[in-house]
């Protein structure tokens, strides 16, 4: 949990952007996605059996209160790349959280309740989920397989939890331990052709930390230049699309104190790299390579 203010400390003293506090999720938003007996469980801790289970984090109103902000950074970011181009939740991620029950550390699924609140106000927008955590992104698949107007892409260890997994629209299985030869060959095979076919109206990006080759549990073998390469390749491809991207954390449980901080810190930093060299184009500025 510490990578949380770690990295946010971090994008401050660094100054990546403005760090805006998000506030707290209508129950509204939430209710799109979420049943409100879930919604409830959440505030009381009154876990039902199925998040009891399968969470792997124990209650606390602290817990709850996070859940209910990191959730609505992620809407709030989207709002913000919408009108920016590039925006950032310092949180989010959460994939595995199903309408009904936490999964995997996972309690609210954030992007999806982001995308339903879009869709109340924007019937017809398209949105694509690009998820290059580790794990393959069940909560999110669930909730949006019948939808059309969402597009979700995984790429993620085969072998690996989820135990089940749940179709996306386009899901990319790797190896175990697979290295960036193999990880970059898949993405760049499949990636561009299914952002350029599904043209989105906004990205979610979600940059899990857990592909790095110390990380405990993502069984992957990317150093951290390969996600630096692999933060880079993503952004620059979605906006040189020009379709609007909000970039979450996913998960990450580094070996090394605080490294987990700063590979999303170093995401970030891609991320505000690539909307520095755009605003300075806007502004007839020289890019910068």
């Known amino acids: 949990m510490t990578k949380f203010p770690v990295s ?17 999720i209508d129950d509204q938003d939430l209710l799109r996605v979420h049943s409100s007996a879930y919604v409830q469980s959440i505030r009381t801790g009154h876990y039902n059996d199925a998040t009891k289970l399968r969470l792997g984090l124990p209650w606390s109103a602290q817990l709850s209160e996070r859940s209910h902000r990191a959730t ?24 595995h959280a199903f309408p009904d029950r936490g999964e995997g550390f996972c309690v609210f699924n954030d992007v999806a309740v982001a995308i339903r609140s879009l869709q109340a106000s924007e019937p017809w927008y398209r949105f694509m989920v690009i998820d290059l955590d580790a794990h393959q992104g069940n909560g999110t698949h669930f909730i949006f ?43 760049r095979d499949t990636l561009p052709r299914a952002l350029g076919e599904f043209e989105p109206d906004l990205v979610f990006y979600i940059a899990g930390a857990d592909v790095h080759e110390d990380d405990q549990f993502g069984q992957m073998k ?21 379709v609007p991207t909000t970039v979450v954390y996913g ?3 580094n070996r090394t104190p605080d490294m987990t901080a700063w590979l999303h810190v170093q995401t970030i930093d891609v991320a505000s790299q ?9 502004s007839g500025g020289v890019l910068a390579s």
């Open 8 to 24: 946010a400390n971090w994008v401050r003293e660094r100054n990546l952007g403005d760090v805006i506090e998000p506030g707290v």
């Open 72 to 95: 609505a950074g992620t809407l709030r970011a989207a709002h913000a790349a919408m009108q920016d181009g590039i925006a950032a939740n310092l949180a989010g991620g959460t994939h």
């Open 145 to 187: 397989r019948s939808d059309p107007n969402v597009f979700t892409y995984s790429v993620h260890v085969g072998r690996n939890y989820p135990s089940k997994k749940e179709p996306g629209t386009l899901d990319v299985e790797l190896t175990r331990y697979a290295g960036a030869d193999e990880y970059f060959t898949r993405v």
């Open 222 to 242: 990317l150093s951290t230049a390969d996600m630096r390469e692999r933060d880079r390749y993503t952004i620059d491809l979605c906006r040189d699309a020009r």
């Open 251 to 253: 998960g990450g449980y």
């Open 274 to 282: 690539r909307l520095a060299r755009e605003n300075a184009t806007r």
